[in-house]
Every structure is written in structure tokens, then in C-alpha cells.
């Protein structure tokens, strides 16, 4: 009997009804598809299907019709009103539009605190006067860079050769920071051989010319005390305004300004900014020692000044371009001829035209 087939016609005929309807559903199809294909199948019932089958099922058929009608009915709702459509629009704009009097907040911007005044001493040459020019400059700062740069100047004319004009007057400014015992020894004493302290120094120095086409610098340097709270380029960085509106300066005075709008102009220049607590060194900066205890790591807390301590001996020398040079003391003659030529940057200067003239 297990090899027995079956072969009751309700039995083949109900069994791909099952299947079909569990494939179906398996596959996701809808309850509305199998309505749907329900007459079609009903329409050829085979001999011995049981009396009523065929009008249950046609039955079935047309209710699941009248339902699939309904939900498309639903599903295909008639067309929009086209001017209710643009009024809904017009509404939906307006609600997302700004309303007409909002005010925006501007942007809130860091403010920085005002700059203090400060004594800017200039000293060198420059194309108006016929000799060396010094205003707002003690003599404690000026004869230690005079001393340093009237033999600078001619030992680099004698390394540079028959180059010396065409690199002097094409060079451009360069920013300085000298530490407070750079001018140590016999820079330290005036024209009467008193010592002196020449302190920290900050500031320009470009190359120019007298009247007479003697080629010299001309220096413009913070000339007070607050200098020496100024802190060393590396330390942190340095008030690139501050050195810009010095650059300004140089080259609107070798341009010819008229000497009373110059020392004008000199008496209105501010300080650099001063990071917060450069105050603070005042003392340590006199002492020269530092002492510090605590939970923390005091190595970190003393790191900063005493790298200030530290970089007295040394200067540092820059330009905006890129140009970049620190040494122990002052430049020489062959440091000072390779940053008058080789040591330029790549870049311009921000500064406009801050070689100024060309001299005779």
C-alpha cells in the first residue's frame, strides 16, 4: 500500500489550491492578489468537485473584487482641487519663510584687550636726513646697536663684494627679539664708560640709506621696560600685528615723510600684547631663579619661564615669509650677508612694496 497513489480527484485538486496559497503568502504577495486570482481558478472545476464549490468560490471571487475596487478606490483618491493645491503651497511657504521683521545675531567675535602705550624708539638712517637719526631712544640701547652694527655693516659689504648694493637695497625687514644678556660686557656701557643695562630688546630692523647714499640701517624697537616681559618667539608666538604696523612705519619713513608726521606717528605706536601673566615674570626675570612646590608636576608649571630665563643669551630673527633664524648673541658678518641674500624667503611680504625707494 506505501506504493499505492492516490488518486481522489479533491485530493489533486486541493492540494496546489494549499500550496499555491501558502507560496503566495510566503512570497508577500496580499490577500487581494489571491482574491483576485481565486476566479479564474474556479472557472473549469473538475468532475467530482463537491456541489457548491464552484459558486462558494465565485462568490468569494466577486466580494473580493468589490473590495479590491474599494481599495483602490481609496489608494486613487480623485485629483486635487488645482487652486486648493496652490493655496496649501502658498501657506507652506510663508510658514517656512523668515518672519519679516526677524533680526539675525551677528557673529559674537573674540575681542582682545586694548594695547598700552609704549615708548617705540627709532634709530639708524634714513633717506631724508643726512645723517644718523635716534628718537625715543636711550642712550643705554642705542650705542650697544650702534657699536654692534657699524662694523656689522662693513665687514658684510667687504663678504659680499660687487653684489653689496643690488642685495642691501633688495632686502627686506627682519622681526628681532634679543634676549636681556645679549648686550652683556662692553655693550653695556655708555659713551662716558658708565655700565649700563640694555635690557630685552623687540623689534625691526631694514635696511636703508642716508641722503648722501651711506647704507646703514634703520632700527625701530620697543624701548621700555615692557620689552622684557615681551616672551621669546618659541615660547610663544609673536604679536604679528604689532610687527607689521613697525614694517608700516620703516617703510612710510624711508618713503620721505615729513619728519614732524613721523615722530607723530612714532608717539602713537602701542606695545606688543603681552600673553597672560607676563607680569607675573616681572620678578623672576630679576631674580633669575625660580622656585615652585606642589601636587602637580611643577616641571610643567616652571617650563615656561625659565625657558625665558634661558633664551636671554640668544635672539631670534624672522620674517613673515618663512625665513626663520635663532643663534646664541648677535649675527655676525657671514650670518648677517646670508640673511640679507640667501636667507630670504620664498614668499612675499605681506607688507606692500616694504623695500620702499630705491637709493642713489
Known amino acids: 500500500m506505501g506504493d499505492e497513489k492516490n488518486t481522489d480527484p479533491r485530493a489533486e485538486n486541493a492540494a496546489p489550491t494549499e500550496d499555491t496559497a501558502t507560496d503566495d503568502t510566503a512570497a508577500g504577495a496580499t490577500p487581494l ?10 472557472e473549469a472545476p473538475e468532475q467530482g468537485t463537491p456541489p457548491g464549490t464552484q459558486e462558494d468560490v465565485g462568490n468569494a471571487g466577486s466580494e473580493a ?21 496652490a493655496q496649501d503651497t502658498a501657506e507652506t511657504d510663508a510658514e517656512q519663510a523668515d ?32 645723517d644718523f637719526i635716534t628718537r625715543q631712544m636711550p642712550n643705554t640701547l642705542s650705542r650697544p646697536f650702534e657699536d654692534w652694527l ?46 649700563g643695562s640694555a635690557g630685552a630688546s623687540v623689534g625691526v630692523l631694514q635696511p636703508s640709506a642716508d641722503k648722501h647714499g651711506r647704507d646703514f640701517p634703520i632700527v625701530l624697537l620697543l624701548a621700555d621696560g615692557q620689552s622684557r616681559l615681551v616672551p621669546p618667539p618659541v615660547v610663544t608666538p609673536p604679536d604679528a600685528e604689532w610687527y607689521a604696523m613697525c614694517r608700516q612705519f620703516l617703510h612710510s619713513a624711508r618713503a620721505g615723510q615729513d619728519i614732524a608726521e613721523l ?55 624672522w620674517q613673515d615669509g618663512g625665513s626663520v633664524l635663532s643663534l ?29 625707494p630705491a637709493f642713489q
Open 65 to 85: 473584487t468589490s473590495n479590491a475596487h474599494a481599495e483602490e478606490s481609496d489608494d486613487d483618491p480623485a485629483a486635487p482641487d488645482p487652486d486648493l493645491l
Open 328 to 356: 646664541v648673541g648677535l649675527p655676525d658678518a657671514d650670518t648677517f650677508a646670508f640673511m640679507l641674500s640667501q636667507g630670504q624667503p620664498t614668499l612675499p611680504d605681506p607688507t606692500p612694496d616694504d623695500h620702499g
Open 99 to 130: 518672519p519679516p521683521d526677524a533680526v539675525v545675531d551677528p557673529p559674537i567675535e573674540a575681542t582682545l584687550p586694548p594695547r598700552a602705550s609704549a615708548q617705540v624708539g627709532l634709530f639708524g638712517k634714513l633717506p631724508m636726513r643726512g
Open 263 to 317: 615722530e607723530t606717528a612714532l608717539a602713537n605706536l602701542p606695545a606688543p600684547r603681552l600673553p597672560a601673566g607676563a607680569e607675573e615674570m616681572a620678578p623672576l626675570l630679576e631674580s633669575r631663579a625660580l622656585w615652585a612646590e606642589g601636587s602637580g608636576d611643577v616641571w610643567n608649571d616652571i617650563a615656561r619661564a625659565d625657558h625665558q630665563l634661558a633664551g636671554g643669551s640668544r635672539s631670534y630673527w
Open 33 to 42: 492578489a489571491d482574491a483576485q486570482s481565486a476566479p479564474d481558478d474556479a
Open 150 to 195: 657699524i662694523p656689522l655693516v662693513q665687514d658684510t659689504r667687504a663678504t659680499l663684494g660687487a653684489d653689496w648694493s643690488r642685495i642691501w637695497h633688495s632686502a627686506g625687514a627682519w622681526n628681532f627679539w634679543l634676549g636681556a644678556d645679549v648686550f652683556q660686557g662692553n655693550w653695556h656701557k655708555d659713551m662716558h664708560g658708565r655700565s
